[in-house]
């Protein structure tokens, strides 16, 4: 039981250090109130397949190890209850 442990602490601090790099090299979304007043449009063609950039991936993989940290959190507070 111990070597799991081990095994799921090393791939939660992988996890971690590895959703701090992607979290700090997104860039930040700078629309808001000033889109607002401009009257900027949202349905132009970037907008539609932002998925498909760089941005938009690296999006993704933010959100699946944020799920994957939360996840593995729970686990490992189980198993060292």
Do not use: C, H, P
């Amino acid at each position: 039981m111990d070597i799991i442990k081990n095994i799921l602490l090393i791939i939660y601090i992988i996890i971690t250090l590895a959703l701090i790099v992607l979290t700090l090299m997104q860039s930040k979304e700078s629309s808001g109130v000033s889109s607002t007043i401009t009257g900027s449009s949202t349905n132009n063609f970037y907008n539609q397949n932002k998925g498909r950039t760089k941005e938009g991936r690296m999006k993704r993989w933010t959100i699946s190890l944020g799920v994957a940290f939360a996840v593995l959190a729970v686990v490992l507070s189980i198993f060292y209850i």
